[in-house]
T-cell receptor
Framework: NAGVTQTPKFQVLKTGQSMTLQCAQD?????MYWYRQDPGMGLRLIYY???????DKGEVPNGYNVSRLNKREFSLRLESAAPSQTSVYFC??????????????FGPGTRLTVL | TQLLEQSPQFLSIQEGENLTVYCNSS?????LQWYRQEPGEGPVLLVT?????EVKKLKRLTFQFGDARKDSSLHITAAQPGDTGLYLC??????????FGKGTTLSVSS
């Protein structure tokens, strides 16, 4: 039982390059989330997927796209990376928005630098 | 956006000291969660508080939910270096994603 896994752990991109961050969970959770964490800014929600087949924008969606590939996997894509997207990205999952407490389980993070 | 304010932003103490960190909001929320994030890792859920006035204990950590369900506190007794990390509170409203505070960074030195 690995919980939430993320790949890669580290990535350096040049401005304008694209990449996809991968996330998978093995807890049979309905909901999955992508956050970014910047110094002094806390965790900010980029996109979330309440259930397989649905995605919704969070607080900071600009410059990102997501795909809920199946119940287990939720990917985050940067089409044209910008230095402002330098951050640590966390994927999380939970039983679902209908789960009253919405307790979330986080992956180890991807540390992305855009030059 | 209904914000969560956490204070203090930074706290640096010696091993054995006690401390309290706070999480406040202007609005009522149905439940509140506390997470701890160690350097280089993802946040880990510590506790969920649900009922106004509720107190939960986790070893040396005591969590309290305000009577009006607008605020919460985390008290650590006899802090240890292993308590070092970022403490985050998060508000839950049914049907929406969690909203996180910006966190309190705790450093405990021996």
């Amino acid at each position: 039982n690995a919980g939430v896994t993320q790949t890669p752990k580290f990535q350096v991109l040049k401005t304008g390059q694209s990449m996809t961050l991968q996330c998978a969970q093995d807890m049979n959770h309905n909901s999955m989330y992508w956050y970014r964490q910047d110094p002094g800014m806390g965790l900010r929600l980029i996109y979330y997927s309440a259930s397989e087949g649905t995605t919704d924008k969070g607080e900071v969606p600009n410059g990102y796209n997501v795909s809920r590939l199946n119940k287990r996997e939720f990917s985050l894509r940067l089409e044209s990376a910008a230095p402002s997207q330098t951050s640590v990205y966390f994927c999380a999952s939970s039983g679902g928005l209908a789960d009253y407490y919405n307790e979330q389980f986080f992956g180890p993070g991807t540390r992305l630098t855009v030059l | 956006t209904q914000l969560l304010e956490q204070s203090p932003q930074f706290l640096s103490i010696q091993e054995g000291e006690n401390l309290t960190v706070y999480c406040n909001s202007s609005s009522v929320f149905s439940s509140l969660q506390w997470y701890r994030q160690e350097p280089g890792e993802g946040p880990v859920l510590l506790v969920t508080v649900v009922t106004g006035g509720e107190v939960k204990k986790l070893k040396r950590l005591t969590f309290q939910f305000g009577d009006a369900r607008k605020d919460s506190s985390l008290h650590i007794t006899a802090a240890q270096p292993g308590d070092t990390g970022l403490y985050l509170c998060a508000r839950n409203q049914a049907g929406t994603a969690l909203i996180f505070g910006k966190g309190t960074t705790l450093s405990v030195s021996s």
